[in-house]
């Protein structure tokens, strides 16, 4: 082969490895598309307690608890009451 050849070659080879790390990345952008809309719906359904923030995701949620509050739909309050 000639030097001509060679680069054809060699630039072929890099143009399909970027064509697949495209289709690659393109999967995974439209897998977590995927997840972040079915979160939605997770959401749709919890009442996350003291202002907490639900994060859902395609099959569960996640209830962000404000500093002071725990628990899966931060029902629980870390604050001593004092009488």
Same mark, same amino acid.
């Given at each position: 082969?000639?030097?001509?050849?060679?680069? /054809?070659?060699?630039?072929? /080879?890099?143009? +399909?490895?970027? @064509?697949?790390?495209?289709?690659?990345?393109?999967? /995974?952008?439209? @897998?977590?598309?995927?997840?972040?809309? &079915? &979160?939605?719906? $997770?959401?749709? $359904?919890?009442?996350? @307690?003291? #202002?907490?923030?639900?994060?859902?995701? +395609? #099959?569960?949620?996640?209830? $962000?608890?404000?500093? &002071?509050?725990?628990? +899966?739909?931060?029902?629980?309050?870390?604050?001593?009451?004092?009488?």
């Amino acid at each position: 082969m000639n030097a001509i050849e060679d680069v /054809k070659n060699e630039l072929n /080879k890099a143009v +399909k490895g970027l @064509n697949n790390t495209v289709i690659d990345n393109g999967e /995974k952008v439209s @897998n977590a598309i995927a997840d972040l809309s &079915g &979160g939605l719906e $997770a959401c749709t $359904a919890v009442d996350c @307690n003291n #202002r907490g923030a639900c994060l859902g995701t +395609k #099959r569960n949620y996640i209830c $962000a608890c404000h500093l &002071g509050y725990s628990g +899966k739909n931060c029902e629980d309050s870390e604050f001593v009451a004092f009488s």
